[in-house]
């Protein structure tokens, strides 16, 4: 009988290899890069440490930039990117400067009377910050006012302000770039009963009594509560046991929905954003509901210069949430919303 000639080696080519074990030199690579230990600055940071805890990390360098290197974590399904600072700030369409005295009718009535003694108190030292409305003037019925805050030195939306008419209070929220995504963080509120962060005004001794104003106030807005000007985007795959939305989640840190959502869910939960940019909370203690939130356009700032909203991840909207068992989240569709995070100024 003829002999059958033997078959030859199975090969693939390297581009398609995500794991490749040189047994000559017990050498582990992974897609195309060597394991080492993830950099000290990277797994120090505090939204590494919000997921993995202070542990060692093996990691392999998948991509790399002159201001992002991406990383893969062995054996995790996770992988991280380490961005360098932003040197932009969003830009705005807001061009109308903010002059008490060159405000429209409909905004005289109001406006000055609510943002001006926060504007005197704060806004002027050490460097005053101009603000902008949006051209078209306010509804005469409007119950909000949008406005933005820039830096006199460098363009681009620097502070965002929500002046609300009813409770004669104003939210200031500082802009954070977050793998050059923007989204906003509450840093000040005049009166912090009615926000939904948790903020204690100070108790400090005082020399003087608290303006009626600012009774209930809290915070500065001129604050950084976050300070680090890198960032650290956490992604997870879907085959994570704890990814319900069957494709890749990104992880939204805390201080990113402050004042957004209320603060009882930002401890309750853990935020991750699927590609639909809709938020799925997973419980932080042993729980069986997860929940979802919905970003909608809010009626709340309707007559507010909707159109003034900028660019990308931060827009004016409210949040409708939904819990839903652990078990059963997977037959639920994505619930889709545009990209951004939540304002809702009322309490829950």
């Known amino acids: 009988a003829r002999a059958t000639p033997p078959a030859g080696v199975p090969t693939v080519a390297d581009d398609d290899l995500a794991v490749e074990l040189d047994a000559q030199v017990m050498q582990l690579t992974l897609k195309a890069s060597h394991p080492q230990a993830l950099p000290a600055d990277v797994a120090r940071s505090m939204d590494c440490v919000a997921i993995f805890g202070k542990v060692a990390m093996q990691a392999c360098v998948l991509s790399q930039t002159e201001r992002r290197r991406v990383y893969r974590l062995v054996g995790r399904s ?37 943002l001006e003694p926060m504007r005197r108190a704060y806004l002027t030292f050490p460097q005053p910050l101009e603000l902008y409305l949006p051209d078209a003037p306010l509804p005469e019925d409007a119950r909000v006012a949008y406005l933005v805050g820039k830096k006199p030195d460098q363009a681009g939306a620097w502070r965002e302000l929500f002046v609300y008419r009813e409770r004669r209070m104003v939210h200031v929220y500082r ?128 007559h507010a210069g909707a159109k003034g909203s900028l660019p990308g991840a931060r827009g004016n909207h409210a949040a409708a949430a939904a819990a839903a068992p652990l078990h059963a989240a997977h037959v639920q569709g994505p619930l889709r919303g545009r990209q951004g995070h939540a304002h809702r100024p009322r309490r829950p």
Not at 87 to 111: F, I, M
Not at 245 to 273: D, M, N, V, Y
Request: net charge negative.
């Open 175 to 302: 802009v954070e770039s977050h793998g050059r995504r923007y989204y906003r963080s509450l840093e000040y509120c005049s009166d912090a009963r009615f926000c939904l962060a948790q903020m204690q005004p100070s108790m400090e001794p005082r020399g003087y009594p608290w303006p009626a104003w600012e009774r209930h106030g809290a915070g500065h807005p001129y604050a950084d509560s976050h300070g680090d000007n890198h960032s650290t985007v956490i992604t997870r795959d879907w085959t994570c046991d704890a990814n319900l939305s069957l494709g890749t989640e990104t992880f939204i840190p805390e201080r990113l929905l402050k004042g957004l959502l209320p603060h009882c869910l930002l401890r309750a939960f853990q935020f991750w954003q699927d590609e639909a940019d809709c938020l799925r909370g997973y419980p932080t203690k042993q729980g069986t509901d997860m929940i979802t939130v919905s970003l909608r356009l809010g009626a709340h700032v309707a």
């Open 78 to 114: 996770h992988d991280v990117a380490r961005w360098g600072p932003d040197p932009k700030l969003p830009v705005t369409d807001l061009l109308r400067p903010y002059y008490p005295n060159e405000l429209y009718p409909s905004e005289k009535a109001w406006l000055p009377a609510v």
